[in-house]
């Protein structure tokens, strides 16, 4: 399997259910594991990590993304990222449906990115289906959130530490609990 056949799979949203799949996963998975040991098992500039991402993704990242590690991913090669995003140390990124970080974005520590879900049927429950997840610009995410397959965080909006979000969440509000939901909008000072 090609990456691009893969990514197009699970752009379609299709089960990751075949032998051909799992293999290519599992090939994917070492080669994320080498690279984030690179970057987690040594002191690294700033620099030096962002040539570590981009080696990861497989596109460099922009000249402003700051990374505190250890950082981990389980595939690596779904991942787009904007200008002026920050990850703190310890996130965990499964990005094999898709994750997408808009310019500005802030990632607490310990942050997870789960783009797969498993099937209820316990005679399936091996099959994983994926589901992007976009978070919008200028958005601020709190130490221990869990982002769930499928959503999307709009512009402005902030989600609670410890959050556990399971829906999409509008743009310019604050997220919190588990499962997440809506404490308030946040106002914007009128334009002058």
Known sequence: ?????????????????????????????DRARRITCAMNGAYRSQEELRERMGELLGHPVDPTFRLFPPFYTDFGRNIRIGRNVFINAGCHFQDHGGVTLGDGALVGHNVVFATLNHDLDPARRAAMTPAPI????????GSNATILQGV??????????GAVVVR????NTIVGGVPARMIRRIERPAEE
């Open 168 to 171: 999409d969440v509008a743009p």
């Open 134 to 141: 976009v978070v919008g610009r200028n958005v601020w995410i």
């Open 1 to 29: 399997m090609t990456l691009e056949a893969f990514l197009e799979h699970v752009a379609a949203r299709r089960p990751l259910d075949t032998p051909e799949i799992g293999a290519f996963m599992n090939e994917m998975s």
């Open 152 to 161: 999307t965080i709009g512009d402005g909006a902030v989600v609670a530490a």
